[in-house]
């Protein structure tokens, strides 16, 4: 017990450190991904057949495999690809010297960008397919009574539609937040330094302190109190939108 | 001068043929009635008139402006479709009222949307809002809907979701309004409510084309009445001829099952 007290306010600085780190990766994916998945959303449901088919594509690659596998491929991918190129390629041709110039940066900061990039992309496909769900959900006449009202297409997808689908959006939507705010430790398996590797630190050993696992399992109080926080606003803003049916 | 001329007009889905060389005009301050059974094109026909179907033939007229000849073969763009749609206000027969605005909200929509395109709104947005609000006001009151203003549609019964939905096609002062089967979606108390209110607007002359099937409600109202039958326009004329001395066999015969039934 008197290790425990000794040990506690090491780790718990070093897990809130970690923790930072998940939040933002947090924020930053839903920043990005909440409206890429609009952006593709729109992109399957309107009439240019070859877009529809590169996005269903898409979402049929990035949601048929793990995510684990993306961050992978994409945080290693470009180093492994720029040094397949030598110098004297690249010297020859312009385009094989911006391939070879395309790496993530060291560190922590390479790190975060690709697996930024990677749950971005992944969650704007998971919510591209809700946000299609709800745009097909509303029914054809509230589009009908806008066109016969004079609105444009813009108009009644800004000013009837939208509103309507973030209402019966809302609760899958909120099912993936709380997802994604686990789906976050993926990024240990490119040591992003994210809450849980933070806490496996102390396990190899770290300011100290080796072979202590307790670390690794507090960490789940950080994702139960983040998601419970996150259960009542979603919760409320659900009710905020009851006001229509 | 007629207000309206459909001529020649041929609609088919696929291989279906829905209408089938529709003619017909009607003068200012008519009320037309549409009769006939389900699945004789009357809806289709209003559908047309408001470019929500594209007829594979038809010149429409507004008065004597050619608003569609479909023989000319270059769609109209979005932004001339919108402006020609404008002579026309449709009623529906689900309503399709917008669930997330009240009653007000759902009137003034279009009007505050079609004011934010013209040259003067950003300096006089306080002006024109108000004025778009007191037309809106004006048209719930005349709908007998002066204390439900401030309801969203999921507050309101049947009745009083048409008679908004009248209110937010007349806000932009069609030249013809159109109602597709505007009681269909009711039971028969809240029928008598919408029909009073259709009703008034013909006695103010207000120019409509009504797809009904409340027969004696098109008798009673309309100036002129069509009976379409398997996408043609099977008799038309006065009411005291088409119900009263109807000249087609599947006229009476269609009268008659009516009269049956009631």
């Known amino acids: 017990m008197e290790q425990f007290l000794q040990q506690f306010p090491v780790v718990f600085n070093s897990l809130n450190v970690g923790f930072l780190q998940t939040m933002k990766l947090f924020f930053v994916t839903l920043l990005g991904a909440l409206p890429l998945g609009l952006l593709l959303a729109l992109g399957e449901v309107s009439r240019a057949r070859v877009l529809r088919g590169a996005i269903k594509v898409l979402v049929w690659i990035i949601r048929g495999s793990p995510l684990m596998i993306q961050l992978l491929i994409i945080y290693y991918g470009p180093g492994l690809l720029a040094g397949s190129i030598s110098a004297e390629a690249a010297e020859s041709n312009w385009f094989l010297a911006f391939l070879r110039s395309c790496k993530w940066s060291g560190g922590e900061d390479g790190r975060f960008t690709a697996a930024a990039v990677a749950f971005i992309i992944n969650y704007a496909c998971y919510f591209c397919e809700i946000y299609r769900g709800g745009i097909q959900g509303i029914p054809v006449g509230q589009e009908e009574a806008g066109l016969v009202l004079g609105m444009t297409g813009w108009q009644i997808f800004f000013k009837v539609k939208l509103l309507q689908m973030i209402k019966a959006i809302l609760p899958p939507i909120s099912n993936e937040i709380i997802t994604l705010v686990k789906d976050t430790s993926l990024a240990r398996i490119i040591s992003l330094q994210e809450v849980i590797w933070a806490g496996q630190a102390f396990l190899k050993g770290s300011q100290g302190i080796s072979g202590a696992i307790w670390p690794l399992f507090f960490t789940g109080v950080y994702y139960l109190v983040a998601n419970g926080l996150l259960t009542v606003g979603l919760a409320k803003l659900e009710k905020k939108l009851s006001y229509f049916r | ?262």
């Open chain 2, 1 to 262: 001068m007629p207000i309206l001329e459909v001529e020649h007009l041929r609609k088919s889905f696929g291989q279906t043929l829905v209408l089938d060389d529709i003619s017909f005009s009607m003068e200012a301050g008519d009320t037309l009635s549409i009769i006939g059974s389900s699945g004789s094109g009357k809806t289709t026909l209003l559908r047309c008139l408001n470019f929500l179907e594209r007829p594979d033939e038809a010149i429409i007229r507004v008065r004597d402006e050619v608003l569609l000849d479909a023989s000319h073969a270059d769609r109209l763009s979005a932004q001339e479709t919108r402006k020609k749609r404008l002579h026309f206000g449709l009623v529906f027969q689900s309503f399709n009222l917008f669930p997330q605005y009240t009653a007000l909200q759902n009137v003034m929509l279009a009007e505050e949307l079609l004011a934010r395109e013209t040259p003067g709104w950003k300096t006089h947005k306080a002006e024109i809002t108000a004025r778009i609000r007191a037309h809106a006001e004006d048209l719930l009151r005349e709908m007998g809907l002066a204390n439900r203003m401030n309801n969203y549609p999921h507050q309101l019964s049947g009745g009083q979701c048409q008679r908004v939905a009248i209110a937010r096609a007349l806000a932009l002062s069609p030249d013809i309004l159109c109602f597709d089967e505007p009681t269909s979606a009711l039971d028969p108390e809240l029928t008598g409510e919408v029909l009073r209110v259709i009703r008034g607007l013909a006695e103010r002359n207000t120019t409509m084309v009504i797809v009904t099937h409340e027969m004696a409600f098109a008798r009673d109202v309309s100036s002129h009445v069509i009976f379409m039958d398997d996408g043609r326009i099977c008799e038309q004329g006065s009411p005291a001829e088409v119900f009263g001395n109807p000249q087609q066999e599947r006229t009476r015969q269609f009268l008659s099952r009516y009269r049956d039934e009631n």
